[in-house]
């Protein structure tokens, strides 16, 4: 599948596309319905391997769970990409994050933004979705954040 205005603007503020990370459990990355695509929750993998572990607000700063949920929005568009035409993408439905969080931590908001920034920055208004940002005791592998959305194709 073509994914050509996706991938240019990626580039165009120096990311690329990565290959859709391999699940860890029994699901896929990402199931098509019609018009509709829910996305499994995407970790901050690159290579492989969570790019840091921990909690937010103890062992990760908000401004590094920031740059992971960044990490997770890549790896959504990767999911996507297993199933549909990223160009196709008439509007990111919902976007849900969730992060690893400190006993007392409250801006989960502040580092979920990391993803939904990169999906405006990269789709424009088709971008900007509602959203919830849920502070989580634990997640899988110990990974701060998690992201998944649903999106409407055109």
């Not at 029994?26 to 996305?39: C, H, I, M, S």
């Not at 568009?77 to 509007?91: T, Y």
């Not at 931590?105 to 920034?117: C, H, I, L, P």
């Amino acid at each position: 599948m073509a994914h050509d205005k996706v991938k240019a603007r990626l580039a165009e503020i120096g990311l690329e596309l990565p290959v859709a990370a391999i699940p860890v459990a029994a699901y896929v990355p990402a199931v098509r319905d019609g018009k509709l695509v829910f996305t499994a929750g995407q970790l901050p993998t690159v290579d492989g391997k969570i790019s840091k572990t921990g909690k937010v607000g103890s062992d990760v700063t908000v401004e590094e769970g920031y740059a992971l949920a960044q990490i997770c929005g890549l790896n959504v568009l990767a999911a996507l990409a297993l199933v549909c035409d990223l160009d196709e993408i008439k509007q990111i439905v919902k976007t849900v994050g969730f992060v690893n969080s400190a006993p007392g931590f409250t801006n989960q908001a502040g580092v979920v933004n990391g993803a939904s920034e990169l999906f405006i920055n990269v789709l424009g208004e088709a971008g900007r979705a509602a959203r919830s940002s849920v502070g989580v005791a634990e997640l899988p592998l110990n990974a701060p954040v998690e992201v998944e959305v649903v999106v409407s194709l055109k």
